[in-house]
């Protein structure tokens, strides 16, 4: 079961993130590990709970691909990952209960446009919320790293950037799109089962309507890496803060052209799985509420139980 959960991780880390939620906003900088771990806990798993009481391996895991830690880096790691997954444990996993709730209120409620672009905010502020600590849990690792292993740091970044470019870009637009259909069939299924061929069908118009991204994605993501390498190679005493400010600066960076397409392509995303969900058949609408119900309870029980490890 752990090594689906990491194969989920890789295959999140691999999307396209302008597609990452209903607004567009994809996750930039350090961010994308940040909401795949959100992702993970809100993925409507039923081993919900197995996957969150194993967050700290799946985190070892994937650092492991881009950086080798020796035994006293890894303990003094591991430490302040503890740290950081009591406090998400004891802050954010309620309100998380919080959301889910509100998310079968809006159900209940027929999907009400507005309701459903509040909802899409409160998951972004849940992904920012979690990006800041966790931001300083890597920057914390990272000033115990030695100059060979930044310097494997970023090797492994900018290979991971040469793959996502090979993979990407020798794309046609039709494939393109095609991706985006079966990301779109494949997630949706997840929660309401085999969708209808009207349902298809409202996929296949809404990915037409869609703007390319991934170009200016893989652009933005190389100049970043590029800015990083920099600074984590000359190694400033004050890095840490030329990091952050480079993460804070990113979104206002992007071309305008980019900034654009992830806007319409939010709206675009927002509106197509909403008239999926209004129009899922009485099958669909229990296993969509067993699936939220069933998550919201897993995410209690986890909540409980660390207010009773507290006591």
Known sequence: MLSASLTTLQKLMSLDWPLANARGKYPRGLKPLAFCLLLLILAGCSATQFIYNRVDILVRWYLDD??????DQQKRFDGRLKTFLEWHRREELPAYVVLLDDALTILDNGLPLSATRRMANRIEAAVTRFQNPFLELLLSAGRDLRPDQRAEFIQNM???QEEFEADRLTRSDDEYREDL???FDKQLSRYIGPLSIAQTDRITAGVTEMTRLDRFWLEDRRIWIEALSTILLQA??????QVRALIAGREEALLP????????NGEVILQLSRDVLMSRADKQDRKLRGKLQSLRDDLATLVEQNGSSHK
């Open 181 to 183: 259909e079966k990301l």
């Open 257 to 264: 052209a980019y900034r654009q397409g992830i806007d319409h």
């Open 158 to 160: 900018m290979a991971k």
């Open 66 to 71: 881009y950086v080798s830690l020796d035994r």
């Open 236 to 241: 400033d005493a004050d890095w840490p803060d």
